[in-house]
Nanobody
Framework: QVQLVESGGGLVQTGGSLRLACVASGRLYSSSSMAWFRQTPEKEREFVATIKWSGDYTNYAGSVRGRFTISRDSAKNTVYLQMNNLRVEDTAVYYC????????????????????WGQGTQVTVSS
């Protein structure tokens, strides 16, 4: 069993930066997948970024590529999302997700690719 707890959300102005953290309790493995998704009342939960726990693979949604960076600290069982040059459209509840034993080697971009989910943290970007 894995439990995920997000932190770091808040209010920031357009162009600002924020760093989210997700602490995982429970066992993760080098082949495990960790990801960030986000959701607004108007949209379905959408993929933001993913990382293989080994750290040798990352992927990003096109809307955040070049602005956001996902990373992990295996010693702390923590995954981060560094968000730079934030835009109003980045406003959402951000969720951390984990899959301990992915069926395939490459971390997925679909909600169903992840079994464990955090409670979410609100990110609000003001103009």
């Amino acid at each position: 069993q894995v439990q995920l707890v997000e932190s770091g959300g808040g209010l920031v102005q357009t162009g600002g930066s924020l760093r989210l953290a997700c602490v995982a309790s429970g066992r993760l493995y080098s082949s495990s997948s960790m990801a960030w998704f986000r959701q607004t009342p108007e949209k379905e939960r959408e993929f933001v970024a993913t990382i293989k726990w080994s750290g040798d693979y990352t992927n990003y949604a096109g809307s955040v590529r070049g602005r956001f960076t996902i990373s992990r600290d295996s010693a702390k069982n923590t995954v981060y999302l560094q968000m730079n040059n934030l835009r109003v459209e980045d406003t959402a509840v951000y969720y951390c997700a984990a899959e301990t034993f992915p069926q395939y080697g490459t971390p997925g971009q679909l909600r169903d690719d992840y079994y464990y989910w955090g409670q979410g943290t609100q990110v609000t970007v003001s103009s």
